[in-house]
């Protein structure tokens, strides 16, 4: 299991990401794309081409238009903070697919933001659609019973249980039963090559493999460096006075995790607040972290809880920008002690 858990993780779970030369040519079709929309269902009128990472933007006056050629469902952030850049007063989002679920996203928002959805040449306006329900995990009480004499901590997911160690998910519980593991490749793996083995040996197997590669002062490994917004969850939670609250319960974010290499969002509720943790400066952090408070309570308090080095002046006005805006909450010192 060692040597499966290891390699697994170094190699899978990421979104591939384009070469250089293939972002530079998705850049320039977004570019030629966002242009004759423009031209074509915004009037003839001169637009100003600007940069935007990871696809195309234009402006006329105080209005601008982005099309985001690169993750569409993480663009509303990148495409708010190119508005305010530019100061403009009007937003047109042009994306080619997930338009409900940024629509969604973008009424919560002051900034006034037209999400359009792009299908062939036709142009409709996309109303936000309902969020999915969260799949409630199996009642398995006895499986999650072996989590926690394992040394995990037992997180309600998407459909699942997951057993934790600092954050990170080493086993889960489905309506199947248990599986051992981190990363669906690694589960998979575990299963076919150590499948004779007790539960309860599996898990101290691959918690011991874990716990001595995620933990304090322990050197750069793939295990200590997936899912950090989780391991800091883990450590709020475990003393949850560093954000001045007084206690806080792991809660499935509004949407799955996206996957371990993924930069992404954790969840936790509390004292009708829901906070929601994020490492590095992620421009999604706020439009993500909004849609999980309206699906979980919302009229609840929302805090960003990030690192005090990720603490960027962008990420605040985002969420001065929200109509109920967030309030940003930072972890000083090395959160991972």
Not at 58 to 87: E, N
Not at 294 to 310: G, H, K, T, Y
């Amino acid at each position: 299991m060692a040597a499966s858990t290891a390699s697994s993780v170094a190699t899978g779970g990421a979104r591939s990401r384009p070469s250089p030369i293939e972002t530079d040519r998705l850049a320039a079709q977004a570019e030629r794309k966002l242009g004759l929309v423009v031209s074509a269902h915004f009037g003839r009128g001169d637009t100003t081409p600007a940069p935007f990472p990871g696809g195309a933007a234009r402006r006329r006056g105080s209005t601008g238009w982005v099309h985001p050629a690169d993750d569409p469902a993480r663009s509303l952030g990148r495409a708010l903070a190119w508005a305010r850049q530019h100061a403009l007063d009007e937003l047109h989002l042009v994306v080619d697919g997930h338009a409900g679920l940024l629509a969604r996203r973008a009424a919560l928002f002051d900034t006034p933001v037209t999400v359009w959805w792009l299908q062939g040449a036709a142009l409709h306006r996309a109303d936000p659609e309902p969020a999915p329900p969260v799949e409630q995990p199996p009642d398995a009480p006895e499986l999650a019973g072996l989590l926690i004499n394992a040394g995990l901590d037992v997180v309600a997911e998407h459909g699942h249980l997951a057993g934790e160690l600092r954050g990170l998910e080493v086993a889960r519980v489905t309506a199947h039963g248990l599986e051992v593991g981190v990363g669906a490749a690694d589960r998979e793996l575990t299963a076919m090559v150590h499948g004779d083995l007790p539960p309860a040996s599996a898990l101290a197997r691959v918690a011991e493999i874990v716990g001595d590669k995620r933990r304090p002062g322990a050197p750069r490994h793939p295990l200590n460096q997936l899912v950090p917004e989780r391991w800091l969850r883990w450590t709020v939670r475990n003393d949850p006075a560093r954000v001045g609250m007084g206690h806080l319960d792991a809660s499935p974010s509004a949407l799955p995790r996206r996957g371990l290499r993924e930069r992404d969002i954790a969840t936790a509720v509390g004292d009708g607040v829901v906070a929601v943790f994020s490492v590095g400066v992620d421009l999604d952090l706020v439009p993500a972290a909004a849609e999980t408070r309206s699906a979980l309570d919302p009229d609840a308090r929302l805090l960003l809880v990030v690192p005090e080095r990720d603490d960027h002046p962008i990420t605040r006005a985002l969420a001065a920008s929200l109509s109920d805006p967030a309030e940003i909450v930072t972890v000083a010192g090395d959160w991972r002690s």
